[in-house]
């Protein structure tokens, strides 16, 4: 039996979605250190409580958006562990603190929920109105389906469900990690396929933030830790770094994984919708950190930046 002497506090956002994960991930560890007390301490973050529109945001570029708080409340120890969504999590940590576990990603794909004739992509009828909350997925999918009407829409996952519910949108689209956490993947009409929508680097993943030198925190969250996560999320985040970008940018990652060799593929897109720069990169899982730098170097040459810059704007 495994245990450690003091309780251990995992801190997150109070959102459904983050509470579901958090208790989640606690289970796990819960299974991993039976003799451990854990807690869980939720955080009200900026991100909670700002209701601006998307471009808003983007043009704020604001980083620590969904983790500012949280990150305070590991370095002051009201908290040890926290869990975040890894894409919603800055490319570098502040001193004092590290990303120590990443548990296995089950889905990074984008979801589509539609109304009634409206359950597949290809099916959308002509100016059919879609229901984003991401500029990476609002260009993506303006360059698949240029007549598409591709509408903002903000919030959590219950808030933007009650939207479908109403007049404004015909479908909307969604991480499906988040709504399978949620208990709601029989709400999912579509799992869209990444050639047409790739999802955003560490879509999908979650990533549990300890103070570097809290040992058994470390230990603790290390013990869910998986590597071949690990070795895929860091190429799409290393991928983000080297663009310059950050988790509201139109850019989308994925890597996958076969017998040691990783492939990272990246996009980045106008907002509009009129261009998207698309590049791959194959290599040893073990430079899957450098894969992600080269590949950005490549797609900056091909003019990624003046994207990236017009979607602030
Ligand atoms: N920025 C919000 C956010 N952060 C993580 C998820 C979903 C779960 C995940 O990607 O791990 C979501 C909601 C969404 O994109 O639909």
């Given at each position: 039996?495994?245990?450690?002497?003091?309780?251990?506090?995992?801190?997150?956002?109070?959102?459904?979605?983050?509470?579901?994960?958090?208790?989640?991930v606690?289970?796990?560890?819960?299974?991993?250190?039976?003799?451990?007390?854990?807690?869980?301490?939720?955080?009200?973050?900026?991100?909670?409580?700002?209701?601006?529109?998307?471009?808003?945001?983007?043009?704020?570029?604001?980083?620590?958006?969904w983790?500012?708080?949280?990150?305070?409340?590991?370095?002051?120890?009201?908290?040890?562990?926290?869990?975040?969504?890894?894409?919603?999590?800055p490319?570098?940590?502040?001193?004092?603190?590290?990303?120590s576990?990443?548990?296995k990603?089950?889905?990074?794909?984008d979801?589509?929920?539609?109304?009634e004739?409206?359950?597949?992509?290809?099916?959308?009828?002509?100016?059919?109105?879609?229901?984003?909350?991401?500029?990476?997925?609002?260009?993506?999918?303006?360059?698949?389906?240029p007549?598409l009407?591709?509408?903002?829409?903000?919030?959590?996952?219950?808030?933007?469900?009650?939207?479908?519910?109403?007049?404004?949108?015909?479908?909307?689209?969604?991480?499906?990690?988040?709504?399978?956490?949620?208990?709601?993947?029989?709400?999912?009409?579509?799992?869209?396929?990444?050639d047409?929508?790739?999802?955003?680097?560490?879509?999908?993943?979650?990533?549990?933030?300890?103070?570097?030198?809290?040992?058994?925190?470390?230990?603790?969250?290390?013990?869910?830790?998986?590597?071949?996560?690990?070795?895929?999320?860091?190429?799409?985040?290393?991928?983000?770094?080297?663009?310059?970008?950050?988790?509201?940018?139109?850019?989308?990652?994925?890597?996958?994984?076969?017998?040691?060799?990783?492939?990272?593929?990246?996009?980045?897109?106008?907002?509009?919708?009129?261009?998207?720069i698309?590049?791959?990169?194959?290599?040893?899982?073990?430079?899957?950190?450098?894969?992600?730098?080269?590949?950005?170097?490549?797609?900056?040459?091909?003019?990624?930046?003046?994207?990236?810059?017009?979607?602030?704007?």
């Amino acid at each position: 039996m495994r245990g450690v002497s003091r309780s251990i506090t995992v801190g997150t956002r109070g959102s459904a979605l983050a509470l579901a994960q958090t208790r989640w991930v606690v289970a796990r560890l819960k299974e991993e250190w039976p003799d451990t007390e854990f807690r869980i301490q939720t955080i009200s973050t900026k991100g909670d409580r700002d209701r601006s529109s998307l471009e808003t945001l983007a043009q704020k570029g604001d980083k620590g958006f969904w983790v500012k708080e949280i990150e305070d409340a590991l370095l002051s120890s009201r908290i040890d562990i926290a869990v975040h969504s890894l894409k919603d999590l800055p490319t570098a940590q502040p001193e004092g603190l590290e990303i120590s576990s990443i548990p296995k990603r089950v889905e990074a794909r984008d979801a589509l929920i539609g109304k009634e004739g409206m359950k597949r992509l290809v099916d959308l009828p002509q100016g059919a109105r879609i229901g984003t909350s991401s500029v990476r997925r609002k260009a993506f999918l303006r360059a698949f389906r240029p007549d598409l009407d591709v509408k903002d829409l903000r919030g959590n996952v219950d808030t933007r469900l009650a939207a479908l519910a109403g007049n404004e949108y015909d479908a909307i689209i969604l991480a499906a990690a988040g709504l399978t956490r949620l208990e709601m993947r029989n709400r999912i009409d579509e799992l869209v396929d990444p050639d047409i929508l790739l999802p955003a680097p560490g879509q999908g993943a979650l990533a549990l933030e300890t103070r570097s030198d809290d040992d058994l925190a470390v230990e603790v969250a290390y013990a869910i830790h998986d590597r071949a996560t690990d070795d895929r999320t860091t190429a799409e985040r290393e991928f983000l770094a080297g663009l310059g970008a950050g988790c509201m940018a139109p850019v989308g990652a994925l890597a996958t994984l076969k017998g040691g060799v990783l492939t990272l593929e990246g996009w980045v897109g106008a907002l509009d919708g009129t261009q998207v720069i698309r590049a791959t990169i194959e290599g040893d899982a073990d430079e899957c950190a450098d894969l992600g730098a080269q590949l950005a170097e490549d797609m900056l040459a091909q003019g990624a930046q003046a994207l990236i810059d017009a979607a602030k704007v």
